[in-house]
């Protein structure tokens, strides 16, 4: 076992007393990238339900969501470490690593998920608590000890914790979910299952060497190849949903029918091209356009709802 | 050192930096917890909470 005292040498038989993990890499355990997708998701979630409320409990909230993301990010590392270790991307996280014990991560994911959820229902309402209780127990238990490791739709059923946060943020400033915030969260769980298969396909030795049922493992790169193109096909026209909802305006429609075609363009080059380093240029190429394309969509909610840039299309 | 149990030696400079920054941030924790409950509960009763008969 790797120790948390390996620079000691001038007395290797004794041990020191329980030291713990650096502050950083307790902030590593929180997957802090997630949750600044997370509160970028939750603030648009809040912003599109045109609700009055004080800044000040929408800011809490917006930071309980995030905390209570980090949270569910932490027990993940904690139950995936044996996992995490094998695969390049993750060997370095803190608790592979031995920088933290697995047994700390615990009780830290532990302590903020049930502190996150608390305060979030004092300063909010307990509907918010109640689903972001939920989420967290959806990422952490159905979909890290559960799912990930036996079906190879793990990604598909597990988006839906990824897609949660914007109804979460509807659900804290106005104490109901509406269906602004119910279709944010079908364009991320229809955006998940692309998303994460392109890089599956370029990552599938790894996910194979660590036994995860990825699909490109499980059906194969040219079953994944056919649902990515199906999924992109689906979520073209639901990333427009909301103008036709009356939410997203002329700058939304614009990105949404852009960034569609760029979405699609992207699934029909990783069908095409299936060989050689173009094949992974492709699968890069279109893991790395899902990302800016789910952020300028949201993106253009924030400034027309946030920054009243708002101008309606006659549909 | 003496009042240390067998087996158990003292700290390495690093060990004691890295229990004092982990002291430290939890304390910033604390602190940054009292604030919030402040905050949220003058934000929850509204500025006429100021406004009371003496």
């Known amino acids: ?315 | 050192m003496s009042d240390l149990p067998d087996g158990i030696r003292p700290l390495t400079p690093e060990e004691a930096q890295t229990r004092r920054k982990r002291s430290l941030a939890i304390a910033l924790t604390l602190g940054a917890l009292v604030i919030l409950f402040f905050v949220l509960t003058i934000a929850k009763l509204g500025p006429q909470v100021l406004q009371r008969p003496l």
């Not at chain 1, 790797?2 to 620079?7: G, R």
């Not at chain 1, 690593?97 to 302590?111: C, K, M, Q, T, Y």
């Not at chain 1, 490791?149 to 949660?164: D, E, H, K, M, S």
């Not at chain 1, 999924?231 to 427009?240: F, S």
């Open chain 1, 1 to 315: 076992m790797t120790t948390l005292s390996n620079s000691v040498t001038a007395d290797t038989h004794s041990f020191a007393p329980a030291v713990g993990g650096e502050v950083r890499d307790f902030f590593a355990l929180l997957k802090p990238r997630v949750m600044v997708l997370v509160i970028f998701t939750a603030l648009v979630g809040m912003v599109v339900s045109d609700a009055t409320v004080n800044p000040v409990i929408a800011a809490i909230s917006l930071l309980m969501i995030a905390v209570g993301a980090g949270a569910s990010g932490c027990l993940n590392m904690w139950w995936d470490a044996d996992i995490d270790a094998l695969m390049t991307r993750t060997a370095k996280r803190p608790i592979p690593d031995g920088r933290i014990r697995p047994d700390e991560a615990l009780s830290f994911g532990i302590v903020l998920s049930v502190g996150s959820v608390l305060i979030l229902g004092l300063a909010s309402n307990w509907l918010a608590a109640g689903l972001l209780a939920f989420t967290i127990v959806f990422y952490a238990v159905i979909y890290s000890m559960w799912l990930k490791r036996a079906t190879a739709q793990n990604i598909v059923i597990g988006g839906a914790a990824g897609a949660l946060p914007p109804v979460v943020g509807q659900a804290a400033v106005t104490g109901h979910v509406g269906i602004e915030s119910l279709i944010l969260f079908a364009i991320i769980f229809i955006w998940t299952p692309p998303h994460f298969w392109a890089l599956a396909l370029v990552k599938s030795g790894e996910y194979a060497k660590a036994g995860i049922p990825m699909m490109p493992n499980v059906a194969g790169p040219d079953s994944t190849r056919r649902q990515i193109v199906w999924y992109t096909l689906l979520l073209a026209p639901l990333g427009l949903a909301p103008v036709f909802f009356g939410f997203g305006g002329w700058l939304y429609a614009l990105i949404g029918v852009l960034g569609g075609l760029g979405m699609l363009a992207g699934a029909v080059q990783v069908f095409r091209l299936r060989e050689g380093e173009s094949e992974r240029k492709a699968a890069m190429g279109l893991f790395a356009f899902s990302i800016l394309y789910l952020f300028l969509l949201f993106s253009a909610l924030l400034a027309e709802q946030g920054l009243g840039l708002y101008r309606a299309v006659v549909v």
